[in-house]
C-alpha cells in the first residue's frame, strides 16, 4: 500500500556555525576574508599569536570549544598599522570591509560573525544591519561598562 499523500524531500542541511572572526593581525590579507580549519592554519596565514591582536586569541577560542569552520578577516590601519576595536580607525576599516562587493561580501556563508573587543555602537548597529538579513547571528563584546 502506497501513501496517498506525497512526503515533501527533506530540506538539506546547511552548517549552523562557520564563524566570520574580524580584527587586525600583525600579517595577511585586507583584501578577502580567508576560510581558516585551525590555529595552525590561521598562524600560517596571519601570523602567530600577537598581544596586541585580538582575533588570533578569537581565532583560538573559536577551535578551542570546538568550532570547525571559520573566516577570519584582517582589517588594520593606514599601511597595516595596527589598530585595536577602541581605535576610531576601526569603523572606517569595518565599514570597508563590510560594503557591498567588501571581502564579508564574498564570503559565501557565515552564520557567527564576531569582532572581538568592538564596543562602538555605531559599528555594533553597522555590523547588526548587515548580518540580519544574512540570518546570521552578531555575537557583541559588551565590555566593561
Not at 20 to 27: A, C, F, I
Not at 114 to 127: E, K, N, Q, S, Y
Request: glycine share 10%; charged share 15%.
Amino acid at each position: 500500500m502506497t501513501d496517498p499523500v506525497a512526503k515533501p524531500p527533506p530540506i538539506a542541511a546547511v552548517p549552523t556555525s562557520i564563524g566570520l572572526l574580524v580584527g587586525w593581525s600583525p600579517s595577511g590579507p585586507t583584501d578577502r576574508a580567508l576560510r581558516v580549519s585551525s590555529l595552525v592554519d590561521y598562524e600560517r596565514n596571519f601570523g602567530a599569536l600577537d598581544s596586541r591582536s585580538l582575533l588570533g586569541h578569537a581565532i583560538r577560542h573559536f577551535f578551542d570549544n570546538g568550532g570547525k569552520q571559520a573566516y577570519a578577516l584582517r582589517v588594520a590601519g593606514a599601511a597595516g598599522a595596527a589598530i585595536g576595536p577602541a581605535d576610531a580607525a576601526v569603523l572606517t576599516a569595518l565599514q570597508a570591509a563590510f560594503a557591498a562587493g567588501g571581502p564579508a561580501d564574498r564570503i559565501d556563508i557565515f552564520n557567527l560573525l564576531c569582532v572581538p573587543g568592538l564596543t562602538d555602537v555605531d559599528a555594533t548597529v553597522m555590523l547588526q544591519a548587515y548580518v540580519a538579513p544574512r540570518r546570521a547571528f552578531l555575537i557583541p563584546d559588551c565590555g566593561a561598562n
